[in-house]
């Protein structure tokens, strides 16, 4: 469960918790001197560690502390962690990459697309470092430790307001692909012509009861490796078809040039440039994730972890980048703002109805996988807030029944109001997803530096640029999105 070792109310179930793990870690400090010290309310305080818990070049080594103590033997190995991480972000913003590259250009799309996953790499690594020294079991305990309860209580409302909007955005497309929208057909129209699965509201609610509540049932994210990695198989077909339809019809002179850079002619291309740097920042997002991970990894090491971090970049900053660029160059300046509602015409090649139809069947089933790894921490975080200090929550199923259901019904309704991804990505990416990804991480750092860890040089430089960084895609992301509804309305 997501709780905090400090300010935590007397008589409470976590206290008494806390007291014995205490209590042992003085016993295991006494005999193996490996622990970090607990001094009441944090689990480090760099100055007085062991001098045995210091190398040569006086950094603390980390790699082999756990950053919980886990009694289960159920633990996952590098590839179920790396098919879980890549699950947290492969999802419904690859959908919106290849309308980021029609506004970007192919150039500076990519290099966007392989730098953000660079940078959003560098912050995991170093939240894992100070999660580890902090022994921190959530997101919001490594924020706490460095910067104070406000903050922890701050950054689990973006986990939240972050996590609910992608899950909507999820239903959103689930509801636009099968039951159409108004200028797209639907697959189902397509099948079965006109009926009663013209009904989107419906047809979601279907999807929500029957398919996703017994996927977000499950207790434990290791339980979802299995469907995690269906879900990386199925976002890998869906690139793969692209890339080589794309291919094709390039081959065969069926695709216009494509714009290699920006477009700044007009007021509305230099509002939507403003905008879609933080949809890239909000597609590589899973830093509320990493915790959960890392907790099940068996033999958990930031050094294990770490690995499990570069492994989930790569594959992720390739399959992006195929993404947008093949999905520009098919659809041009008609890519729509979810590219899969492109897919319901003729691609102009043999077998372009079938592959239409693997296309989006498939990864409306790839996102049926994801949305219960979403999820996982989106109830955690709900119940670290609103039920602290109470048992954990994979020992009170009713409580976790229950915020399932409050969850899945609002995050349904949600999906009923908002318009269309774009929207969602546009808010959620300039605010709580660039904050999550890149400025908690690098003020957890720089807090955490001020009281004693050691952070080489260019480590701080890495944490002050991402920290410019975020403000600068934050500030710029809400203005842009501000006058684009201006000018929207007008």
């Known amino acids: 469960m997501d709780s905090s070792y400090s300010v935590i109310p007397k008589d409470s179930y976590v206290e008494l918790q806390i007291q014995n793990d205490v209590q042992e870690l003085r016993s295991q400090q006494q005999t193996h001197k490996r622990l970090l010290p607990f001094d009441g309310e944090n689990w480090v305080d760099p100055k007085i560690v062991d001098g045995d818990d210091v190398d040569d070049d006086g950094d603390i080594d980390i790699d082999n502390y756990p950053l919980v103590h886990v009694t289960s033997n159920n633990r996952s190995g590098i590839s179920g962690a790396v098919f879980n991480l ?9 959908m919106a990459l290849p309308a980021t590259m029609k506004v970007l250009g192919l150039v500076l799309g990519c290099v966007l697309i392989v730098l953000i996953g660079i940078l959003s790499e560098i912050s995991v690594e170093l939240f894992v470092r100070f999660s580890v020294l902090c022994k921190a079991r959530s997101y919001g ?21 972050n996590n609910a909007g992608v899950l909507v955005v999820y239903l959103i497309i689930m509801g636009d692909v099968m039951s159409g929208s108004l200028h797209h057909t639907g697959v189902f129209d397509q099948w079965l012509g006109n009926g009663v ?42 690139v793969f078809v692209c890339f080589v339809v794309a291919f094709i019809k390039l081959i065969e002179g069926k695709i216009e040039a494509p714009r290699i ?17 933080p949809i890239i920042t909000n597609a590589y997002v899973c830093h509320f994730n990493v915790q959960p991970i890392y907790n099940e990894l068996e033999g958990c090491s930031p050094q294990k972890m770490n690995q499990v971090g570069r492994i989930t970049t790569v594959l992720c900053v390739v399959v992006y980048a195929s993404t947008a660029i093949s999905g520009y160059l098919l659809f041009g300046k008609d890519t729509e703002s979810d590219v899969l509602t492109n897919f319901d015409k003729d691609l102009g090649i043999r077998f372009s109805t079938a592959l239409n139809y693997i296309v989006r069947v498939g990864y409306v089933l790839h996102l049926v996988l994801v949305f219960p790894v979403i ?5 955690q975080t709900v119940d670290a807030l609103v039920f602290e200090g109470a048992a954990p929550l994979a020992e009170s199923r009713k409580r976790s029944f229950a915020l399932t259901v409050v969850l899945l019904a609002l995050i349904y ?4 109001i908002i318009p269309n991804i774009w929207t969602a990505f546009k808010f959620t990416g300039a605010t709580t997803a660039v904050s999550l990804g890149f400025t908690f991480p690098a003020l957890i750092a720089l807090r955490l530096s001020h009281q004693g860890v050691i952070l080489s040089t260019g480590e701080r430089f890495l944490a002050c640029s991402m920290l410019i960084m975020a403000v ?7 203005i842009g999105n501000i006058y684009s509804i201006r000018s929207e309305s007008e």
């Open 197 to 238: 699965w013209d009904n989107r509201k419906l047809l979601i609610l279907v999807v929500v009861v029957i398919f996703l509540a017994p996927l977000c049932a499950l207790n434990k994210i290791d339980s979802l490796s299995l469907t995690s990695a269906a879900s990386v198989a199925l976002a890998v077909i869906f």
């Open 413 to 416: 309704f949600g999906s009923t």
């Open 472 to 478: 600068i895609v934050s500030i710029v992301g809400v």
């Open 261 to 277: 850079g920006p477009d700044f002619g007009s007021k509305q291309a230099i509002l939507d440039l403003l905008v879609v740097i």
């Open 141 to 161: 305990e490594v924020v706490q430790s460095a910067m104070g309860r406000t903050a922890r209580v701050l950054s689990e409302i973006c986990i939240i307001i």
């Open 375 to 379: 999820h996982f921490s989106l109830r």
């Open 86 to 94: 890549t699950t947290s972000i492969i999802g419904a913003g690859m």
